[in-house]
C-alpha cells in the first residue's frame, strides 16, 4: 500500500453545493491561518509569476498503453515534485491502447496523451506555489525511456506582462 499523499497545505475536504447545476464537487479548505493570505505566487529575483509550465514531447517511447503504469508514475511524478494530489483520472482508447488522464494537483496539473502506434507521448506539467514541476521530467524518461525529448518551458502569469 502507497504512503498517503501529503495534504498540506489543503488539510479538510469540504462539499459544497455549485449554484448552476445542482452538482456537489469537493473542494479543499486551507486550515493554516497563516496559508490563507498566500497567493502561491513565486518570487524568484525581480519576477513574480503564477507557476512553471513545461510542455514535453517524448518520440520513441516505451510502455505507453499500460493505464497502471501511468498512474503509478503520474503518482512518482507528483510526489518528486513535492506537490499534493488531488484525483488522477485515466481514459484507454480502443484499439491503439492510446491514454489520455490528468493529474489534478493542488498545484496545478500533470497531463498526458499517448500515442503508442507511434511511440510517441505529450505531457504537460503545470505547478505553483514551492512545487518543482522539473523533477517530474526525470521520473517521465526512467520510465518511458524515449529516444529523444522536446521541453518547452513557459512561466505563466508573469506580473506586470500584458
Request: proline share 4%; glycine share 6%; net charge negative.
Amino acid at each position: 500500500m502507497m504512503a498517503q499523499q501529503k495534504r498540506a497545505p489543503y488539510s479538510s475536504l469540504v462539499d459544497f453545493n455549485n449554484d448552476v447545476t445542482g452538482q456537489r464537487w469537493p473542494e479543499y479548505v486551507d486550515q493554516d491561518a497563516a496559508d490563507v493570505a498566500k497567493d502561491h505566487f513565486i518570487t524568484r529575483g525581480d519576477r513574480v509569476y503564477a507557476g512553471k509550465h513545461l510542455i514535453l514531447d517524448f518520440w520513441g517511447a516505451r510502455s505507453l498503453d499500460n493505464p497502471v503504469l501511468m498512474e503509478n508514475v503520474l503518482r512518482r511524478c507528483v510526489q518528486a515534485a513535492g506537490a499534493t494530489l488531488l484525483h488522477i483520472h485515466l481514459h484507454r482508447f480502443s484499439p491503439s491502447g492510446g491514454l489520455s488522464g490528468v493529474a489534478v494537483l493542488a498545484e496545478s496539473h500533470i497531463s498526458v496523451h499517448t500515442w503508442p502506434e507511434n511511440d510517441f507521448a505529450a505531457f504537460d506539467i503545470f505547478m505553483c506555489g514551492d512545487a518543482h514541476p522539473e523533477k517530474a521530467v526525470d521520473e517521465l524518461k526512467a520510465v518511458f525511456a524515449p529516444e529523444r525529448v522536446s521541453i518547452v518551458e513557459q512561466l505563466r502569469g508573469v506580473s506586470g506582462e500584458s
